[in-house]
């Protein structure tokens, strides 16, 4: 009797402590979205009504007035379809050259390819701004996309662990069939990668979509600025200006953030398997 | 294989090796252009004055000299960097094992909490950080009106120079969702019959946790451990977008204390466009990640424990 109280008083512990972290977590994401529908007031009124009286759905098209956000939202598009058809095709064809043939050099260059993981982007920088200054691609879309064309160590990992997996009787028995490398890689390997090729577009979606260091640096015209540096560009606009429209910031906020909750929550199994991939690897 | 001919078994080898070259041939270039060329680059310029306008002026070790002497801005923020990476780390680590302990009790709804959990830390970074400006806004922010609930005078957060650190810091611990999974992903993998063998034993739940748990998830710890320092002796976005005031190169404050390493290193470059200087800070920055990182594996050896019982490098 006394071992079962005992044992409901600690799952019911265990779901206070879950619910009350639950609640932490979710709080500022619902903060963002009740802010995103007051009025100017109304986000200063205290106490705060987290349910507003009426709902400014306004917010949302203003906030979207202020600056060209169809402009950015195309930019991004642009740019992020780019850097994943980049990634896939060349991360999966390095993978392949890395766990199907065999020829000397290749464990050291893959440790090579490993290594550069950990090198901070800070040492980088500033020569590739150079060389792409240089090239006259800067303002252009070109110092975002074209290096994606040149693999990526992380997927390059990450598909190559995958490839490991599948079987060699399949490369061989398409060899004696006199199918060619390229062919094998295409009409076998890749049709059969398609779970790891999608945690890999998955992953280099977020990471294009929500890049700012690269487009900060590179990207100097206002229409050509995509919608992580356009939110910023909003934010310096509003809060240099008087009162801060902190309704018409959480609004465009919102929306940015939009496309990553719906994929977060599309493709949740897929940032898990990656996530996990990467963590073996310590 | 034994039936080919040598010679053919050579010729094979050949074309073998040639076609490997040319399927990882795009990554061999984008390292020769992206990674191994700008290394080099980047060390040559350290050593240089040069703004891109005019032609580079070799100048031996005086940036090195500057930064190590006569440059008060890198103490600041290497102080700045420091006092991040030692509380944000801590306690980033601990609190992404508390949850993923938490979240690997076998009850309902385990997936609905793991969820909520993960998903700020799958987001829009530049979003988050205007999200949490206005939750830090010291008269109407969500914190300081809550804080007034029970009774407290919330700070200045981010306008104070006192609070703008622990402000960051208490903003990252909201993303503690990635490190969360990986500690979660090892839990799982711990075989079961450990756990009843050590319950046979009459052994306490605390005691199955440190002889048993901690043990055997210590290389997930180790690798959230070293991704994390790495990532906050870098942390820039968020100092960058929370405490710019409308002027630009006002980025840092207030009075610099957010100016960190990598945000005063981008000023440097991109706004100052000192090219030879701020890559002579890349260079300090990589050493000093370098150590602490070759520190932590060393350090490692006494603690974490990988199964097949030889320790790595």
Redesign the interface.
Known sequence: MLKTTLKYSK?GL??L??IT??MT?????L??VS?SLHSLDG??E???QWIPEKLHWHNYTDAMTLLPFGRFLLNTIVITVSVIIGTVF??S??A???SR????G?DK?FG??VA?M??????????????F?KLGWVDTFLPLIV?A???S?FY?FLLRQFFLSIPKEFDEAALIDGAS?FRI?WNIILPMARPAIATVVVFSF?GS??D??NP??YINSFEKATL?LG??LL??QI???GVTQ?HL??AA??L??IP??VI?FLA?RH??KG??V??L?? | MNWLKPKQTKAKLLSETIQGYLFISPWLIGFLIFAAGPIVFSLIMSFTRWSLLSSPQWIGLNNYAEILLDDPLVYKSLWNTAYYVLFSVPLGVGFSLALAMLLNQKLKGMRFFRTIYFLPSVTNLVAISILWMWIFNPEFGLLNRVLAMIGIEGPLWLQSEVWSKPALILMSLWGVGGGMIINLAALQGIPQELYEAAEIDGAPSWRRTIHITLPLISPAIFFNLVMNVIGSFQVFTQAFVMTATAAQGQEGGPNNSTLFFVLYLYKKAFQQFKMGYASALAWVLFVIILIFTLIQFRLSKRWVYYESGETRN
């Open positions: 799952i265990a779901y402590v879950l972290l639950a977590f979710i709080t500022p994401l903060w963002m802010s986000v200063f205290v106490p705060f060349s991360s064809l390095v392949y050259g890395f043939l065999r020829f000397p290749r260059l090579l390819c550069t950990l090198l901070p982007g800070q040492v980088t920088i500033i020569p590739l701004y150079v060389l200054a290096p064309f040149f693999g160590p390059i490398r890689y977020i979509w929500n700012f260091f900060l640096i992580t939110l910023n934010k310096t809060i240099g200006s902190w910031i959480m906020s919102v940015v953030l990553n909750i977060f949740q940032f898990l996530i996990n990467g963590g690897k310590g």
